[in-house]
């Protein structure tokens, strides 16, 4: 998953969080990028 800011990256949280325990053997990617 990317964001394209911090503010969507913290709005991202809880879908990872879900995605995490609904499916622990996943591996989840998690990337952001914000200029500021």
Known sequence: MHAPSVGEGLQ??????????????????F???SPS
């Open 12 to 29: 991202a949280k809880p879908v990872l969080e879900t995605l995490r325990a609904e499916h622990p053997d996943w591996q989840l990617a």
């Open 31 to 33: 990337t952001f990028f």
